[in-house]
């Protein structure tokens, strides 16, 4: 199986923050990598998709990069509303597999 | 309106079965592949398994084999997704999840029903 480690597990940033999570994975995945963003209570939230395509109706202010085994989410202009757990995941074999999670709070 | 609703969630104890349903609407459920996806309370999420679109191909997650089975009613727009040998680890939230174009997104999840295993 393919695994997904994530960092850093939490972080606390001011709004209009620039805000960086990295995932890598345990064996190359090419692009194959996407990101969800989770809130309390709530279903996770497609945001990215192979690795760096913006889900229909996700804010400009997402942004992914990477291929291989290394991989960026990048939240620039932080607001108070992306408070929310975000994790990755690959697509590249079953089982599909998540990273462990990135808390955002605000600072 | 969009939208993927799970039910038949609750307690059950170890070794017992149990059957959970999803139901899809605002879209053309039978051309959309679907996912399960659970959530352990307060820990990450965890693939289940897939079914594509006309549920000719179906793949697990090695800890669900041969007790849990995805199927899929196209003529009622429902998924289901059953559960037997239940173990005290299957304990999560459920989540059916329609496969983004990629077939390795999820692009529309439900809002979730909990299972809870323990006797």
């Known amino acids: 199986d393919i695994q997904m480690t994530q960092s850093p597990s939490s972080l606390s940033a001011s709004v209009g923050d620039r805000v960086t999570i990295t995932c890598r994975a345990s064996?190359?995945?090419?692009?194959?990598l996407n990101w969800y963003q989770q809130k309390p209570g709530k279903a996770p939230k497609l945001l990215i998709f192979v690795a760096s395509s913006l889900q229909s109706g996700v804010p400009s202010r997402f942004s992914g990069s990477g291929s291989g085994t290394d991989f960026t989410l990048t939240i620039s202009n932080l607001q108070a509303e992306d408070v929310a757990t975000y994790y990755c995941q690959q697509g590249y074999s079953t089982p599909l597999t998540f990273g462990g999670g990135t808390k955002v709070e605000i600072k | 309106q969009v939208q993927l609703v799970e039910s038949g969630g609750g307690v059950v104890q170890p070794g017992r079965s149990l059957r959970l349903s999803c139901a899809a609407s605002g879209f053309t459920f039978s051309r959309s592949a679907v996912h399960w996806v659970r959530q352990a309370p307060g820990k990450g999420l965890e693939w289940v398994g897939f079914i594509s679109y006309d549920g000719t191909k179906e793949y697990y997650t090695d800890s669900v084999k041969g007790r849990f089975t995805i199927s899929r009613d196209n003529s009622k727009n429902t998924l289901s997704l059953q559960m037997n040998s239940l173990k005290a680890e299957d304990t999560a939230m459920y989540f059916c999840a329609r496969a983004h174009v990629t077939l390795v997104a999820f692009d529309l999840w439900g809002q979730g029903t909990m299972v809870t295993v323990s006797s």
């Open positions: 064996q190359t995945i090419s692009t194959y």
